[in-house]
């Protein structure tokens, strides 16, 4: 057996392997139990939901108001009365500002990858599907993004633009649409070549059934595992970007941007100037091991 | 070989055209035109056109476009707005400290990687595997800024053992091969260290477990090879796509060491790439996103050219 040359993708090379058909109603039933008996999946599924509800949830909970200074309450120790886990550097609360932050460092992780994976999957299956000249001009341009690795392009582009989430917004879409975009076109390319899309079209299936059917069925699943194995390095990326200072703009909670601004506190207080990279390494870590637990449920191969 | 390598190269001009076409569309992306965004507000207009019309920005886009290619194919890279020297001068010197740091941080890296990687692929116990795919995780999941900044709290801050910041002592500004100047790299290094760490060790343990179960390594055993004899066989099976990922992880820790290089103020070129960004210095953000774009090329391209001549069944259209 031959060697494969790897595909070169953001992180890890993954070559995404079609599994078997997979439009019949028993797969999705099989795979949310093999993830219902993965206790994994399970914890850090729950995880991110709590994150996810207390962040959406925030206004509600009876928290200190995040956006409130004060000159004489700066940097409190964690377990102080009042202050669960102490004051920042302008003596915000720091609970407050650690729940209300993940309203915007998940939102900027994750809507990259949402957007990416709408554009990327058409771009992808297109130029999988339609083969010839259409996927030589857009998997050609996709080369282009390839020659930058994906930091830099990140960086560069929003760093032009200015800062601003929006910015931050458009500047990770644009780095996630190549490679979502690689993967569905050789997960695409290999379907194309199976025999059934060849009987559905030899039994009169039109090319529009044809892509919506047999295509889009066995190809999501594998674009899918692949684009929730994104979000961690998205929200890396996009707390990154922050606390370089080009993204969110101060005052707003985002736990990048935190990051940044107590590093002028690391000599009086340090575990708290750490804090709001626990939060981030607490969501990207469950991101992840929710995505492995994911491909392994879906049987995509790594 | 040869001949696929001046292929490859040839291949590369499109996309280095397009790569260069995106280099220049930065500056254009930028709200405003470059010259106003960093003159003083109440500069006349005169100054504002005459300094337009020197940097050639009042030409038309796509003449401006053909002239910064000549030029700079000529390896003429502008000239800093922010400080007025040669952009390829002030690219040039940090990108080799740039490089120090990655070599260093790859080093590491690769070493810990395979050494893991086979470990956990070999092992028989479950403990070990779990060890090490806790560790491979850590790697690709931890915010590495965070854990730069978690590394100079405990060791600069609480413990004093090692300093927080900058490349040497004395406000150093390059390189040297002594004490002072490497304990100032202990840090950075083994935060630039931590993804390609993660991300190699997934990669090499699951290519050698995959090679472990194919035939031929029964072949070998019932052949009456000792362990050590097959684990040769089963690392030059893996080596090819251990390579291209290798090269992958390389050049993006190049170009993905600006975090890093941010928090230790080590002056390399995502440490330059910063300022240039907040100092709304274009001609510095082009010329290092264009070097960079440009090693990392050269690298993927080598690393291919690398990977035909490890494993010839590679074949390549």
């Known amino acids: 057996m031959a060697i494969q040359s790897p595909s070169l993708e953001i992180g890890a090379g993954v070559g995404v392997a079609v599994g078997p058909v997979v439009v019949a109603r028993g797969y999705w039933q099989s795979v949310s139990r093999r993830l219902r008996r993965d206790p994994v999946t399970l914890i850090c599924g729950i995880i991110l939901l709590l994150i996810v509800a207390s962040a959406l949830t925030a206004p509600w909970l009876g928290l200190a108001d995040p956006y409130k200074t004060s000159m004489i309450r700066r940097l409190y120790p964690i377990g102080s009365p009042n202050y669960l886990l102490g004051t920042d550097e302008l003596g915000r609360d720091m609970f407050s500002r650690l729940i209300y932050g993940g309203r915007l460092s998940l939102f900027m992780g994750v809507m990259p990858v949402v957007c990416a994976l709408l554009i990327g999957a058409t771009l992808g299956i297109t130029a999988g599907f339609m083969g010839g000249r259409v996927n030589m001009a857009i998997m050609r341009v996709m080369d282009v993004f390839y020659a930058f690795p994906s930091v830099l392009l990140a960086i560069s582009l929003s760093g032009a633009m200015g800062a601003g989430a929006e910015n931050t917004l458009l500047a990770l879409t644009i780095v996630f649409i190549p490679p979502v975009c690689r993967v569905s076109e050789s997960v695409t390319t290999q379907v194309r070549g199976f025999d059934f899309v060849e009987a559905a079209r030899a039994s009169g299936a039109g090319t529009f059934t044809i892509v919506r059917v047999h295509v889009l069925g066995n190809v999501l699943g594998p674009i899918l595992v692949y684009a929730t194995s994104l979000i961690s390095v998205a929200i890396i990326l996009a707390a990154g970007l922050s606390f370089l200072g080009l993204g969110v703009k101060p005052p707003e909670p985002e736990w990048g941007l935190m990051l940044n601004t107590l590093r002028q506190a690391i000599y009086v207080n340090p575990v708290l100037a750490a804090l709001p990279g626990v939060m981030i390494f607490i969501t990207s870590i469950c991101f992840n091991l929710m995505s492995d637990g994911l491909r392994a449920a879906m049987d995509v191969k790594a | ?317």
């Open chain 2, 1 to 317: 070989m040869l001949l696929y390598a001046l292929r490859r190269l040839i291949y590369l001009v499109p996309v280095a055209f397009g790569v260069s076409l995106l280099v220049f569309a930065l500056v254009h992306l930028a709200p405003g035109d470059p010259i106003s965004a960093i003159v003083p507000p109440d500069t006349p207009k005169e100054v504002i056109d005459k300094l337009k019309e020197y940097y050639g920005f009042d030409k038309p886009l796509p003449v401006q476009y053909v002239r910064w290619l000549l030029v700079t194919l000529s390896g003429d890279f502008g000239t800093s707005i922010g400080t007025g020297r040669p952009v390829a001068q002030e690219v040039g010197s940090a990108f080799g400290n740039t490089l120090i740091l990655a070599i260093s941080a790859c080093l590491l890296a690769f070493t810990l990687a395979i050494v893991l990687g086979t470990t956990a692929a070999y092992a028989k116990s479950r403990a070990v595997d779990r060890l090490v795919t806790s560790i491979a995780l850590f790697g690709v999941s931890v915010p590495h800024f965070w854990l730069a900044i978690v590394l100079v709290i405990i060791f600069s801050v609480e413990l004093g053992m090692l300093p927080p910041m900058g490349i040497g002592p004395e406000n150093a500004t390059s390189w040297r091969l002594d004490w002072p100047h490497i304990r100032h790299m202990i840090l950075p290094t083994i935060a630039l260290s931590v993804i390609p760490l993660g991300v190699m060790t997934r990669t090499v343990r699951s290519t050698i477990k995959e090679i472990l179960s194919m035939e031929f390594v029964t072949a070998l055993q019932a052949k009456g090879m000792n362990d050590r004899q097959i684990l040769l066989h089963v690392l030059k099976n893996a080596a090819p796509v251990c390579l291209a990922v290798m090269g992958l992880q390389a050049g993006n820790l190049i170009g993905g060491s600006i975090l890093i290089e941010t928090v230790f103020s080590w002056p390399g070129t995502g440490f330059l790439l910063n300022s240039a960004i907040f100092r709304r210095d274009l001609p510095i953000l082009q010329g290092t996103t264009l070097v960079l774009a440009f090693f990392f090329m050269m690298l993927n391209l080598t690393v291919d050219v690398i990977q035909t001549f490890v494993d010839p069944r590679i074949k390549r259209a």
